[in-house]
């Protein structure tokens, strides 16, 4: 079973009481200096009963290794350079080490696609508990949720991890990659989660790994939230200068940002 910390707050105040306390926990780890300890990531989705899963997991019930996604950037790479001008180094020869503990092959191309909503085994998070808050509370509530959920996530707490051969690894991508400017915008790092079967290495869900290490790695906490605390969060964080448009940087955003400004912080919602 997923081994996740439940938090029930009531409002912003109760939010950020949360989010000091992980973060002041992590500067307290850090400056003990007993271990590495792997900077608090976040996550925000609209509903709290969502597991956490990646596009890929959504939208395709195939089980992907590393290779057989390899394969697919390839197939789909001239289509995509032919209507951006842009080009990745994707090499069609390339011997992969499915096991490797690292950025999987055609990382720096995974990531703009997935900023573009191209099915991806990159699972999203953001260095700031704010931006995660944001893409918590943007949507509209879906029918039925009483809560968001904010997720906090330590992999490394001071140790050094560990795993069976072939269960399933949470693994942590860092922040710096040469991709597209959301990346950069939206304080994006990435992780994947993967587990041995047989000679192949397959893409499989976060939750699979969590528990294993029972309580020192892969940490999680959930933060959750009313829905109805949606105008609160908002008008919070449009004055902290976290919108569409400074995460998304585009038309579309730009519209969503002026009708939140225009039309729904108006209307209380």
């Avoid at 990531?111 to 953001?126: E, K, M």
Wanted: proline share 5%; glycine share 8%.
């Amino acid at each position: 079973m997923p081994h996740v910390k439940e938090v029930v707050v009531k409002d912003w105040a109760g939010f950020e009481d949360e989010v000091t306390r992980i973060l002041d926990g992590f500067t307290a780890g850090r400056a003990s200096g007993k271990g590495y300890m792997s900077n608090p990531l976040f996550r925000g989705q609209a509903d709290h009963r969502w597991m956490l899963e990646t596009t890929l997991e959504r939208f395709s019930a195939r089980a992907w290794s590393v290779s057989r996604y390899y394969r697919l950037l390839l197939s789909i790479a001239p289509a995509v350079s032919s209507l951006t001008q842009r080009t990745w180094s994707l090499d069609p020869h390339l011997q992969i080490d499915e096991s490797y503990h690292g950025a999987p092959p055609g990382y720096e191309f995974m990531i703009y696609l997935r900023h573009h909503g191209f099915p991806s085994p990159l699972l999203d998070w953001t260095r700031s508990p704010y931006v995660a808050a944001f893409f918590a509370f943007a949507p509209r509530p879906h029918s039925g949720s009483e809560a968001v959920a904010v997720y906090a996530f330590l992999e490394y707490v001071g140790r050094s991890k560990t795993w069976l051969e072939d269960g399933p690894r949470i693994i942590g991508l860092g922040p710096y990659a040469i991709t597209h400017e959301r990346h950069y915008a939206q304080q994006c790092e990435y992780t994947i989660c993967k587990k041995k079967d047989g000679e192949s290495y397959l893409y499989c869900n976060h939750e699979e790994a969590l528990g294993s290490g029972e309580g020192v790695q892969d940490v999680l906490t959930k933060i959750l939230i009313p829905t109805t605390e949606r105008g609160q969060f908002l008008r919070r964080l449009e004055s902290m200068n976290i919108h569409a448009y400074l995460l998304f940087r585009d038309e579309t955003a730009l519209m969503q940002m002026l009708a939140y400004q225009e039309i729904e912080k108006h209307d209380g919602l």
